[in-house]
């Protein structure tokens, strides 16, 4: 199967830091790669970072498809400026969709010291907890960076499923979960080749060797 992640929809806010505006896709853009996986069910789609067209573009589009995904919530940017608020977080769970986790702050989870993965990994988790009122089980890791330390720690935590950035396809019930995430330049033609690209047995061999070792790290 494949993984869509997805990040804004629409312009970037002024003040987005430049690594994230180039996540940032049309909205027109976002209405055609949706048509175009509109008839592949092994297609999932995520969102990350919790910005505020996730409800305001993002939710009504899947919605009248009839299609679900999964938001990553930065739970240090809860009702900030051009972020989800929670009354936003709770409405995307009433029309049937997922909420993970995306840290604290939007850092790389990377050779953190404990006080800091503790913040990122549980404290975050728990405030998103306390606006859901109920467990949350999944997480994205900022920036698609992760370690060996960083997914035993994820483990030890009882996160059910955790999705990383690593353009590969990904085993439907596996815990670890690659996925392709949406560029600025990126079109729905590429997505269509994303598609195509996967019906390839020996890319899929390679994919799955590549985040082998990622892990390994």
Request: glycine residues 8%.
């Amino acid at each position: 199967m494949i993984n869509l992640c997805f990040h804004g929809i629409g312009t970037p806010p002024h003040d987005a830091p430049a690594e994230e505006a180039a996540y940032w896709i049309g909205t027109d853009t976002f209405r055609r790669v949706l048509d175009v996986v509109a008839v592949r069910p092994d297609v999932r789609l995520s969102f990350d970072d919790g910005n505020e067209s996730d409800v305001e573009v993002a939710l009504p589009e899947l919605v009248g498809r009839g299609r679900t995904a999964d938001f990553f919530v930065i739970a240090g940017r809860l009702g900030h400026p051009g972020s989800l608020s929670a009354g936003d977080v709770r409405a995307l769970r009433r029309s049937g969709m997922g909420v993970g986790s995306h840290g604290m702050h939007h850092r790389v989870w990377r050779r953190l010291r404990p006080p800091e993965l503790r913040e990122e990994l549980v404290l975050a988790r728990e405030r998103l907890e306390d606006v859901l009122e109920e467990p949350v089980r999944t997480a994205a890791c900022p920036l698609g960076r992760y370690d060996r330390t960083t997914l035993t720690a994820l483990r030890r935590l009882g996160y059910t499923r955790v999705y990383t950035s690593d353009r590969a396809l990904a085993r439907p019930g596996s815990w670890r979960q690659a996925r392709f995430s949406l560029r600025a330049t990126d079109t729905a033609d590429d997505v269509a080749a994303w598609l195509r690209h996967g019906d390839r047995y020996t890319v899929r061999a390679a994919d799955r060797a590549r985040t082998f070792v990622k892990g390994l790290r």
